[in-house]
């Protein structure tokens, strides 16, 4: 059994919702999960896990949210060799950067040495279609089938 810290930040509550949705689907798989909200957390916390979801809404045009810019600063200070992490977010397409924070946090992961086992998930706005519901389920299976590994 592995332990999995799904990270995230969420202001409107889009973020969240895709957080949910991935602890629900990875539970199945008996791994030990946390949720956390990235400002309360010290980056630190990392090393305890063997899996890290990072997850966060775009702000802007493509900026980090306030709530996250601390905690992006602060991962150049671990090294995370031999951790599984992916990263998830919500965006709108109406901005010209669409979930650019999400490429953000995979560049600043693999600069920790982190192993990304998939490519970043990325939702407009909420995962409400059945498809787009599908995709996060589907990314979460991966994940969690993945860390056991």
Request: aromatic letters at 10%; proline letters at 3%; one cysteine or more.
């Amino acid at each position: 059994m592995a332990k999995i810290v799904i990270a995230f930040a969420s202001m409107s509550g889009n973020t969240e919702e895709i957080a949910d949705l991935l602890k629900v689907s990875i539970e199945p798989f008996e791994h030990e999960i946390d949720l956390a909200e990235i400002e309360h957390m010290d980056v630190n916390d990392l090393l305890q896990y063997d899996g890290i979801l990072i997850g966060s809404y775009t702000w802007g045009d493509g900026d980090l949210p306030y709530e996250t810019e601390d905690f992006y600063e602060d991962l150049l200070s671990i090294d995370l060799t031999g951790k599984k992490a992916a990263v998830f977010g919500s965006g709108d397409h109406a901005y010209p950067k669409f979930c650019a924070v999400v490429d953000l946090f995979e560049e600043r992961l693999k600069e920790c040495n982190a192993e990304l086992i998939q490519e970043g998930l990325k939702v407009e706005l909420t995962p409400d279609t059945q498809e787009e519901i599908d995709e996060c389920v589907d990314f979460a299976v991966n994940f969690a089938s993945q860390i056991g590994e």
